[in-house]
């Protein structure tokens, strides 16, 4: 694989189940950073991370990580590491010994093995806990021990998925920094799984949003909520007139409370707000910038999609 | 990546020495792909069988089995010997004492009861906890995985049968008076103990396995096996004295304990005390073998087939 492929390409990717279908003609590439799969359950991200790392074979199209396909060269998931949402701990193993089986199991040298579980432990914040058994982990810990699993080979990709589920506020945030972590200081690339648009939005560069087993939208974080900007302007009498001064300019806007929103804006946008503001004679007392946050986003998404099907 | 530097100061002598945190260092080694992982599967198979690194509670299941195996033979060579010291050279054998022959007829049962209770560790704990899910997504297929756990429990299986026979033939040979002798008149045991111990370790090893990648629950995999082991013998048995002729046979081919010991006599070619009863020890040797391997092949197949389909 040369630097300028992709991590992931998706090509045509279609899955069915028999009548569902999880994953109905998707494309995409990732390249390296961390990138969010976003959607509801069922959208078919499981199924794009199992085909991915080769455990389900497309009904159509091909998917290829690492510029390999992993389902036929299974070595290939040398490279990759996946956290699970699920338990997938042994109860009764310390830390210390767990990872240094997973280790090995991804094919490092025995002694190679045990020092890298143990410097994976204390980049995951798990150091001093290590050789308790597992069973008396708190919830925090055993989501540090999972990434640790999924670490602990030095993979070129990981897969997380869901890695906040079941966290509270403190734990959700330490393991979004450790995510951010995982790339920014380890170089590993990261494929994040999560139905919770804040935690994808705070961690990820890229997103790519799936809804019933179709990719909606894709593109870098930022430049979703650039496009969704929205100026919204305040004033103390006469709305209705600027209102209609602005629309007599063409632009899009809508009342929004005691206020007014204006669409996607561009710089022109500015001066037509001033001469409306001045033939409407309304006093301004607030004019400001406001993006959309991707939770706002995905669910007008959302009543796009079932505005369509109706 | 990063390097930090701090610097503690000893203020008993005022030096200073420097700590580094050398942050975190990506791995340029050498990755040994699937025989490396199948290898760590089979060693974490050996582990798990005799709870190697595990507390001492732990230990007492597997451990008191082998001790159990090994007992057997001793008291076996114990008898042999005696005889042999108040009866006098060759009482042993006129007295037709139970012998490498008989050893593993008279302790299948201790064998099947191990195999159940122990084989379901490997397998029922990694679906139960998820951990199967993990295994499934490294250089490593669910193929690999279920026949690195099969050799381990076989390799376990194995040398827990083959030591008693050890024992036993240390035994013997020792309660010979003239050990070198003995050893040289009964050299053709060894051969015979390592392949019967072997045709029993890979029956058991895969029926049991077989069993326990049904359930998530060791409990429930041993109860079934220890319940299919112990109910067949005596309802078989049973059934097979009631009716004769080769109806009877066949019916106590389907005695589950004496399949493997079929074959040990017919490696050993006597018939053991065990199945001197059995009517199905007058059917072909060929029929004996071939049912042996239908009982081990098809199970075997069928475990294989299982996890190749698994998925996470």
Known sequence: MTSTEPLLAAENLTKKYR????????SFTISAGITGILGENGAGKSTAIKIFMGLVRPTSGSANVLGQNASTTVSVRARLGYMPEHDCLPSHVSAAEFLTHMAEVSGLPPSTARTRAADTLRHTGLFEERYRAMAGYSTGMKQRVKLGQALVHDPAVVFLDEPTAGLDPVGREEMLALVRKTYLDFGISVLFSSHLMADVERTCDRILILQGGRLVQSGEVGQFTKDTETVFIEVDTNRDQLMAALERRGVIVTADGTGLTIEGPDESVYDHVRDALVEAEAPLRRMAPRRRALTELFHREGDIDSGAAS | MSTEARQPTDTATGRGGTVFDIGYRNYTGPREGRSRARSAVFKDGIRTALALGRGARAKILPWSFIAILVFIALIMALMAGAAERYGGPGVAEQLNLPSHADYYGIASIVVFVFAAVVAPELLCRDRREGVINLYLVRPLTGS??????WAAFLTVMVAAVWLPQVVLLTGLAMGDPAPAMYLRDNWLDIPRFLAAGLALAAYATTLAMLTASFTTRRAYASVFLVGLFVITTPFTVGLASEIEGAAGQWISMFNLTNIPVHVNDVIFGEVSTI?????????????????????TLVPGSVLLVRYRRLTP
């Open chain 1, 19 to 26: 009548d569902v279908v999880a994953l109905d003609d998707v």
């Open chain 2, 144 to 149: 690999d995985y279920i026949m690195a756990r």
């Open chain 2, 275 to 295: 199945t001197s009863v059995a009517p199905a020890r007058e059917l072909p040797a060929l029929v004996l073998v071939g049912w042996y391997f239908a009982w």
